[in-house]
């Protein structure tokens, strides 16, 4: 008769455990459709196929809520209706009619951590991969129905004419560099080729320039050809809280790993490069004819320079002071030198946190001279998409990069001075968080194991609840299943909000996140107690 009494519990558990899932599975999974839908636009099939990466997402929020929820519910009516108080006086303990309760709550506790901990993870990976592998199509689809598209991330905003998928081309196109701390900047190209590269742990747009022009605050400035290089960062799995457990193991071992501490130590490095070639440019004043040389990124140019003096006042830009003298060198004419420019101004900057290129050396009116007979003198010449010296890039690549930026205050011999404000500014906030992401993969870890774990807790308190509101209703079942859950998740997100505060260590909100599972099982011991003695 008990087993009877078990598998028709179970039943009912189950019956309403799988609906509430179906129904809350695909209200959020929807939901999380809209970022996808704002941030890439993705289309109607592209849609489809996320739901489906989607609904385990939402699993690991779902099933626990569905599970106190059927708990609540199926214990409840059954006290309603009064089986139980005829269960007992029949002779049958309460501790075995919560059996099917227990039954049920292991099964949930058991999922949750799967999911949290390893399935999550892998959908959510695959999900923003099946966006990024239709990531052309979405370019071009936008740019043809609106004429623009908005890269991910903001910064950057794409204007064409007309965009042509089979080339891949963009033509009339309108680049707007829109950076925080600095006015826009717009570039103009005739014709563009996209290619883009979508990998598990990236997303990256390159733009092929021809006939580029580059419109500074005083005056437009013609490139010719160029490469532009945008990383898209991640929606969701550049966050903590999407990875899987070995994930979380190699970004604690390797921080270059996560992608927000990769962008912040590019930032950093830009700066320590600039201050480097500095330091090159200082050493060239002392001696007669000492240059700095700079190769073209396709290894065709050398250029060698020297000035009379520079400034490091701005991030990332050099400004140099006359006399200035730049010696152009064909290397494919045996090295022949090609032409020599003459100035008293310009500037030296790295425009992006491009690891290969991204140097610009520009010129202010200088008289250049061909031969003795070819001369004459340029409103302006400019120099991109230089990459670093190998001096100045040694110990900059990503497998030594934080290294090399936390040893330069102790090492400044390869800096023009000790390093400036503005490189200690973002080492320290580099720092920061270094320490933010070590923090946040201690609260994961533990927060993912008090809610798998929770989730017995939670049940078995649904059970006494329901029995002792006697809610019968959907409503008030419902009412009565949050208050639990709400506990625990009110102690788990403070205890994640704590470690964030890096004033705090870590282990003061772990021990909140814990202690809010032992008040609830506490308080569930309690009730259970309380219901025995009926």
Not at 420 to 438: G, P
């Amino acid at each position: 008769m008990v087993f009877i009494l078990h598998r028709y519990l179970f039943k009912e558990l189950l019956r309403i455990f799988v609906l509430a899932t179906i129904a809350l599975t695909l209200m959020l999974s929807i939901g999380l459709l809209v970022p996808m839908i704002k941030e890439y636009g993705v289309g109607p099939r592209q849609m489809i196929s996320l739901i489906g990466d989607f609904c385990p997402i939402t699993l690991t929020f779902v099933i626990p809520i569905s599970a106190l929820f059927s708990a609540a519910m199926t214990y409840g009516r059954f006290a309603a209706d009064r089986e139980l108080d005829a269960c007992r006086v029949s002779g049958i303990r309460f501790r075995s009619l919560i059996y099917p309760g227990l039954s049920l709550a292991l099964l949930a506790a058991m999922a949750n951590l799967l999911l949290s901990f390893y399935i999550t993870p892998a959908f959510i990976h695959r999900s923003e991969y099946r966006v990024r592998a239709d990531a052309q199509q979405i370019l071009f689809r936008n740019i043809q129905r609106k004429g623009y598209y908005d890269l991910p991330g903001g910064r950057y905003k794409l204007y064409a004419e007309r965009a042509l998928l089979p080339g891949n081309l963009l033509q009339d196109l309108v680049i707007l560099d829109i950076k925080d701390g600095r006015m826009p900047r717009m570039m103009s190209v005739q014709n563009a080729y996209v290619d883009i590269e979508s990998r598990r742990d990236r997303h990256e747009i390159t733009v092929l320039a021809e006939e580029t022009i580059r419109f500074d605050e005083d005056q437009p400035v013609r490139i010719g050809r160029s490469m532009f290089t945008f990383r898209a960062p991640s929606l969701l799995a550049d966050k903590i809280k999407f990875q899987k457990i070995e994930q979380l193991k190699r970004i604690r071992a390797d921080k270059m790993r996560f992608g927000p501490i990769y962008d912040a130590a590019l930032t950093a490095r830009a700066q320590l490069a600039i201050e480097r070639l500095a330091g090159q440019i200082q050493k060239t004043l002392a001696a007669e004819n000492e240059y700095v040389r700079l190769r073209s990124a396709d290894g065709g140019r050398d250029f060698l320079f020297r000035a009379g003096g520079y400034r490091l006042d701005s991030p990332r830009r050099i400004d140099l002071s006359g006399p200035i003298q730049l010696l152009e060198y064909n290397r494919y004419r045996d090295n022949e030198l090609y032409c020599t420019y003459t100035c008293d101004e310009g500037q030296i900057l790295l425009e992006d946190d491009r690891i290969d290129r991204g140097l610009e050396l520009k010129l202010d009116l200088p008289y250049w001279q061909r031969s003795p007979t070819v001369t004459g003198t340029a409103q302006q010449k400019v120099i991109a998409e230089l990459p670093l010296p190998e001096a100045i890039a040694e110990g900059l690549g990503p497998d030594r990069l934080l290294q090399t930026l936390f040893r330069t205050g102790s090492d400044p011999a390869a800096l023009a001075a000790e390093p400036s404000a503005s490189l200690r500014a973002m080492r320290d906030n580099l720092q920061r968080e270094l320490i933010k992401v070590d923090n946040q993969i201690t609260s994961e870890l533990h927060s993912r194991l008090v809610f798998g774990v929770g989730c017995i807790t939670l049940i078995l308190m649904g059970i006494c609840l329901g029995i002792l509101f006697r809610g019968g209703h959907v409503l008030s079942a419902f009412g009565v299943s949050t208050i639990p859950a709400g506990i625990l998740i009110v102690f788990i997100m403070s205890g994640k909000q704590l470690t964030k505060n890096p004033s705090a260590p870590a282990w003061i909100g772990v021990c909140v996140m814990w202690a809010g599972l032992a008040l609830l099982s506490l308080l569930a011991a309690f009730v259970y107690r309380k219901l025995a003695r009926i």
